[in-house]
């Protein structure tokens, strides 16, 4: 079954510090692994989108990971901002249909304090 | 941000009666989904379409229908609401290609936060 799992279900920080956040995956066969961060109350928004053979992609302060052997990718947010408040979720593309459908994992809730 | 449109941001409606969530998009978009989210939920998908006149059915089982007569719009339609019909709906578009590149990346709208009372 094609499942996504991420972790931890919830987490909060300090303004100003790193954190990181887990996503495996048992879909199959695999396409792409996006990371979105959606705002309480809004649609999610793409961060990074990566392939089979990318193992890193960065946007600003957001690093993703991705180990396709053993299905694991995680999300590195560096000097967490407070906008930085939100649900980052992962989700996962297959290629074996023509919509591409995608799987999404539950999310993370970031919480980061002043 | 991307150019998609959803209406009305929140409904509050009572039992039986019928509603229309709009989505409209211009980034001339083949491919739109309705997604269903329940909070700390992950997104289900329950309609999508692969262009004009086409219509599918997700993998959620959903009570609502949806229509596709032009490119840019998607409504879905909730003949008679219910407080299971309670949920936020999302709906997103996705392109096929990215500099030749297949990517089938999805752009969100805002989302629509129903409430059945």
């Known amino acids: 079954k094609n499942q996504v799992e991420q972790s931890p279900q919830s987490l909060i920080i300090l303004e100003g510090k790193n954190c990181t956040l887990q996503c495996n995956y048992t879909v199959s066969p695999f396409s792409n692994l996006r990371w979105y961060k959606q705002d309480t109350g809004r649609g999610p928004v793409s961060l990074t989108i990566?392939?089979?053979?990318?193992n890193t992609k960065s946007n600003g302060r957001y690093t993703a990971t991705l180990d396709a052997d053993t299905k694991q990718s995680s999300l590195h947010i560096t000097a967490s901002q407070l906008s930085d408040s939100a649900s980052y979720i992962c989700?996962?593309?297959?290629?074996?249909?023509?919509?591409?459908?995608?799987?999404f994992g539950r999310g993370t809730q970031l919480t980061v304090w002043p | 941000e991307a150019d998609i449109y959803q209406t009305p941001r929140y409904l509050v409606i009572g039992t039986g009666k019928k509603i229309t969530l709009e989505c409209s998009q211009t980034?001339?978009?083949?491919?739109m989904y309705w997604y269903q989210q329940d909070p700390g939920m992950e997104l289900h998908l329950i309609h999508y379409s692969y262009g004009v006149n086409s219509t599918e059915k997700g993998d959620l089982s959903s009570e609502s229908t949806v229509s596709r007569i032009r490119t840019e719009h998607f409504p879905l339609t909730l003949e008679s609401a219910r407080p299971s019909h309670t949920s936020q709906y999302l709906c997103?578009?996705?392109?096929?290609?990215?500099?030749?590149?297949?990517?089938?990346?999805?752009?969100f709208g805002p989302g629509t936060r129903l409430t059945v009372l």
């Open positions: 989700v996962v593309s297959d290629r074996g249909s023509t919509l591409g459908r995608l799987y």
């Open positions: 990566m392939t089979f053979s990318e």
């Open positions: 997103a578009s996705s392109e096929n290609k990215v500099g030749g590149k297949r990517t089938n990346e999805q752009f």
């Open positions: 980034m001339g978009h083949d491919k």
